[in-house]
């Protein structure tokens, strides 16, 4: 948060060099560049990840794993707004952003990115275990390197691959509790991982003309609408029985089983009905439902698993 | 307090950014404030309760 701006070395080739001069930037367009809507979901899955983990963490120690990963997630948004202002600045979903808009220049960005990232692994790695630590910055590399440089402009594939960031979290907040990777955090990624690309391409089909202006291969733009609401159905295929795996595997009880079963045969008639109606007001319309949909059924699968294993062991306590 | 930035020769600040440089700092300020309540909470945490012992003379 210097005073003034980066010098120009600090900036992406390529991106546009805005002179020197006192910073305008506020905090609020800090924390904006943390991607708080991101980091909120992050965070919720982390917290899911952690409190299923068998064994007693302290709170403290709990919480302070949790926010070195929201710490880590908002580090990877600064860094990927950093990288992708150029093409935040032609698409109207973002060209509001700090960078775009002038308000922070991305040399402050891109140090404001790296701080908090290393910050952020440093801390998770002293205060609970150097194997969440070193997931978290495997994550933060994935996000910022692998899906915002190289990903993202060059292949249809950009969010497929990409979304493996986003399923991290759960998998770090076990690794935390237990300083280990098992069968069950492996399980609550590839629910994430699984979920993303129907999520975002339900987004691109109605954001299309935006992706295609900033010269993102998007599946929409690359392959066609057809191809992918094809695409969407088959993840939502997968999808809908993974999210009941965790009552199968033994880890959620039948509540959860019964929560997961239902709501991922909703996500898929969803899918099938945004397969069916094409393109038109009506298909548009089917996007943005699956795509709010998703957003409550990932965040409904993941509050049941919490919910359920809090209340059995409440019941369990009581039992004892 | 010594500005070097409201002088005639150096950049000269309007109240707007002034005020933003302001907020920035104190948003710092409680950050670092944060943390070190968070670096001794955890400290406490993770030696446990025998960190208010005195080692026997």
């Not at chain 1, 955090?185 to 992706?211: E, M, N, Q, R």
């Not at chain 2, 500005?3 to 000269?12: S, W």
Request: aromatic share 10%; net charge positive; hydrophobic share 55%.
């Amino acid at each position: 948060m210097s005073l003034v701006s980066q010098s120009a070395d600090l900036v992406r080739p390529g991106a546009s060099v805005a002179p020197a001069e006192p910073s305008l930037a506020g905090v609020g367009d800090y924390i904006a560049l943390l991607k708080p809507r991101v980091m909120s979901l992050v965070v919720f899955t982390a917290l899911v990840g952690l409190m299923l983990a068998p064994g007693h963490l302290h709170p403290v120690i709990g919480f302070a794993s949790l926010l070195c990963i929201a710490v880590g997630a908002g580090a990877s948004g600064a860094l990927n707004m950093w990288y992708d202002a150029d093409i935040d600045a032609m698409m109207a979903r973002t060209r509001n952003r700090p960078i775009p808009a002038g308000r922070i220049t991305a040399g402050e960005a891109m140090g404001f990115g790296m701080t908090l990232a290393v910050g952020s692994v440093a801390v998770l790695g002293l205060v609970a275990n150097w194997l969440a630590a070193a997931l978290l910055a495997f994550t933060i590399f994935f996000y910022a390197v692998v899906y915002s440089v190289w990903l993202k402009r060059s292949t249809p594939q950009n969010i497929v691959i990409g979304g493996a960031a986003g399923a991290f979290p759960p998998m770090i907040g076990w690794a935390a509790a237990t300083g280990a990777v098992s069968i069950e955090s492996v399980t609550l990624f590839l629910i994430i991982f699984f979920w993303t690309p129907p999520h975002f391409w339900a987004l691109a089909l109605v954001k299309s003309d935006d992706y295609a202006r900033a010269g993102i291969p998007m599946l929409p733009v690359v392959a066609g609408r057809a191809e992918t609401r094809r695409q969407i159905a088959i993840y939502s295929a997968l999808l809908a029985p993974l999210g009941v795996a965790p009552y199968l595997l033994g880890f959620a009880g039948a509540a959860y089983g019964v929560i997961a079963a239902v709501s991922g045969a909703a996500f898929l008639a969803l899918a099938l009905r945004l397969a069916r109606l094409g393109d038109g007001p009506a298909g548009d319309k089917a996007a943005k439902a699956l795509f709010g949909y998703s957003i409550l059924y990932l965040f409904g699968l993941f509050a049941a698993l919490l919910i359920e294993n809090r209340l059995l062991a409440l019941l369990g306590g009581a039992g004892a | 307090m010594d500005n070097h930035d409201d002088n005639e020769t150096g950049i000269v600040l309007t109240e707007e950014q002034k005020r933003r440089r302001r907020a920035r700092s104190i948003a710092i300020a409680l950050s670092l404030g944060a943390l070190v309540l968070l670096f001794y909470v955890v400290t406490i945490v993770k030696l446990g309760p025998g960190v208010l012992r005195h080692p026997p003379h």
